[in-house]
T-cell receptor
Framework: DAGITQSPRHKVTETGTPVTLRCHQTENHRYMYWYRQDPGHGLRLIHYSYGVKDTDKGEVSDGYSVSRSKTEDFLLTLESATSSQTSVYFC????????????FGEGSWLTVV | SQQGEEDPQALSIQEGENATMNCSYKTSINNLQWYRQNSGRGLVHLILIRSNEREKHSGRLRVTLDTSKKSSSLLITASRAADTASYFCATDAISDYKLSFGAGTTVTVRA
């Protein structure tokens, strides 16, 4: 446990609505990540952050934006949710003190109807 | 695209038997890590092996790394019902803090 809390843990939303998922960490980790997990695809990186206001795209960033205004919070926004964004979203942090081990939150289950 | 690919996709064994799964990757790496995911939960870090290491042990886990073949294996000895989970390998490319994951191996341990 690297002090990661995701919210909400479960959400059902309608197509076309914006959705924001929050990741909060308490251990001052510099690197934070958002992944999505879908059957047959494993985990795919959406966006990541290497510091406050420093973010970059991962391999599946279309339709998503992120913000990191302070070290402890990394927000993932679905600007206009689509059914293809129904997934489980995991936030993660890198513990550089552990040789770049990544620690994951418990996940946020999002259903877009 | 996925850097790591696990094999087999699924594995069913009897309690007490050993479970072996493999991971292949495409580009040079700093480290390779193995994670476990129980159903409905997040991923839990199991073990990290650096590119200059060939074998590593942690309890009932044994990980090998062959950088010439770009492959790794995870062995779970004397399996227990609690080992039922999906197992993922993850690699980080040189000069990169991003991890790339495979699709995982689902292990079922029968009592």
């Amino acid at each position: 446990d690297a002090g990661i809390t995701q919210s909400p843990r479960h959400k059902v939303t309608e197509t076309g609505t914006p959705v924001t998922l929050r990741c909060h960490q308490t251990e001052n980790h510099r690197y934070m990540y958002w992944y999505r997990q879908d059957p047959g695809h494993g985990l795919r990186l959406i966006h990541y952050s290497y510091g406050v206001k420093d973010t970059d795209k991962g391999e599946v960033s279309d339709g998503y934006s992120v913000s990191r205004s302070k070290t402890e919070d990394f927000l993932l926004t679905l600007e206009s949710a689509t059914s293809s964004q129904t997934s489980v979203y995991f936030c993660a942090v890198t513990a550089q003190s552990s040789g770049n081990t990544i620690y994951f939150g418990e996940g946020s289950w999002l259903t877009v109807v | 695209s996925q850097q790591g690919e696990e094999d087999p996709q699924a594995l069913s064994i009897q309690e007490g038997e050993n479970a072996t799964m493999n991971c292949s990757y495409k580009t040079s790496i700093n480290n390779l890590q193995w994670y476990r995911q129980n159903s409905g939960r997040g991923l839990v870090h199991l073990i990290l092996i650096r590119s200059n290491e060939r074998e590593k042990h942690s309890g009932r886990l044994r990980v090998t790394l062959d950088t010439s073949k770009k492959s790794s294996s995870l062995l779970i000895t004397a399996s227990r019902a609690a080992d039922t989970a999906s197992y993922f390998c993850a690699t980080d490319a040189i000069s990169d803090y991003k991890l790339s994951f495979g699709a995982g191996t689902t292990v079922t341990v029968r009592a």
